[in-house]
C-alpha cells in the first residue's frame, strides 16, 4: 500500500513538473495574434457629446446617426426661436395694451380689434407655456443625443448573437492525467 501512494505521489510530482517547462520552438517566429477590435472610451464619446452635438456619434464612427442628430436639434431650435419671437410680439402687445390704458390713450398694437386685453394675456400665458415646453424638449434632445454616444461606446463590442446556450464538455488537463470539465457559454 505504501509503495503504491508513493508511486502515485511520484508520477504526479513528475506530471507538474512537466508542465511547467516551456517548449521553446526556434523555427517558428510568427506570431498569431488576434487582431483587436477599436473600442471607443464610453467617457470620451460623453464629453465629445456634451461640448458638440454629434461629436460623440463621430467618435463612435455611427456617421449615419448625424443627420438624426442634427435634425432632431435643428427642428428644437426652430421652434425655440419661433416660440420665443412670437411670445415676445404678445408680451410687448400686452404691455402696450395695459400701458395704454393707464395713460388713457388708444392703443397701436397689430393685435388692435382682433384680440382684447384678456385675450392677450391669455396668449401671453399659452405662448409662454409652449416656449418652456420646446425649451424642455431641446434639452431631451440634447440628452438623447448624449445618453445614445455613451450607451453606444459602450455596447460598440457587445457579441449579439443567437447561440447562447451553455455546453459542457470534458477537457484533458494542462497538467497531465486527468479530466477536467469546461463551459462555455
Same mark, same amino acid.
Given at each position: 500500500?505504501?509503495?503504491?501512494?508513493?508511486?502515485?505521489?511520484?508520477?504526479?510530482?513528475?506530471?507538474?513538473?512537466?508542465?511547467?517547462?516551456?517548449k521553446?520552438?526556434?523555427?517558428?517566429t510568427?506570431?498569431?495574434?488576434?487582431?483587436?477590435?477599436?473600442?471607443?472610451n464610453?467617457?470620451?464619446?460623453?464629453?465629445?457629446?456634451?461640448?458638440?452635438?454629434?461629436?460623440?456619434?463621430?467618435?463612435?464612427?455611427?456617421?449615419?446617426k448625424?443627420?438624426?442628430?442634427?435634425?432632431?436639434?435643428?427642428a428644437?431650435? /426652430?421652434?425655440?426661436?419661433?416660440?420665443?419671437?412670437? /411670445?415676445?410680439?404678445?408680451?410687448?402687445a400686452?404691455?402696450?395694451?395695459?400701458?395704454?390704458?393707464?395713460s388713457h390713450?388708444?392703443?397701436?398694437?397689430?393685435?388692435?380689434?382682433?384680440?382684447?386685453?384678456?385675450?392677450?394675456?391669455?396668449?401671453?400665458s399659452?405662448?409662454?407655456?409652449?416656449?418652456?415646453?420646446s425649451?424642455?424638449?431641446?434639452?431631451?434632445?440634447?440628452?438623447?443625443?448624449?445618453?445614445?454616444?455613451?450607451?453606444s461606446?459602450?455596447?460598440?463590442?457587445?457579441?449579439?448573437?443567437?447561440?447562447?446556450?451553455?455546453?459542457?464538455?470534458?477537457?484533458?488537463?494542462p497538467?497531465?492525467?486527468?479530466?477536467?470539465?469546461?463551459?462555455?457559454?
Open positions: 500500500m505504501r509503495n503504491i501512494i508513493l508511486t502515485s505521489l511520484l508520477a504526479t510530482a513528475t506530471c507538474f513538473t512537466c508542465a511547467g517547462q516551456a521553446v520552438s526556434t523555427t517558428d510568427t506570431v498569431h495574434a488576434k487582431p483587436i477590435k477599436w473600442q471607443p464610453a467617457k470620451k464619446a460623453g464629453l465629445y457629446a456634451a461640448l458638440v452635438p454629434g461629436l460623440g456619434q463621430i467618435y463612435n464612427r455611427q456617421y449615419w448625424l443627420p438624426i442628430v442634427y435634425g432632431g436639434l435643428g428644437a431650435g /426652430y421652434f425655440v426661436y419661433r416660440n420665443s419671437t412670437e /411670445y415676445t410680439k404678445l408680451r410687448k400686452y404691455v402696450g395694451r395695459i400701458g395704454a390704458a393707464a390713450t388708444t392703443p397701436t398694437d397689430e393685435f388692435v380689434g382682433i384680440y382684447t386685453t384678456d385675450q392677450l394675456q391669455q396668449l401671453q399659452d405662448q409662454n407655456r409652449i416656449l418652456n415646453m425649451v424642455i424638449y431641446t434639452s431631451l434632445a440634447f440628452a438623447v443625443q448624449l445618453l445614445d454616444a455613451v450607451t461606446a459602450h455596447l460598440r463590442n457587445f457579441d449579439i448573437s443567437r447561440d447562447i446556450s451553455m455546453q459542457v464538455k470534458p477537457v484533458p488537463t497538467f497531465g492525467a486527468g479530466i477536467g470539465i469546461a463551459m462555455t457559454f
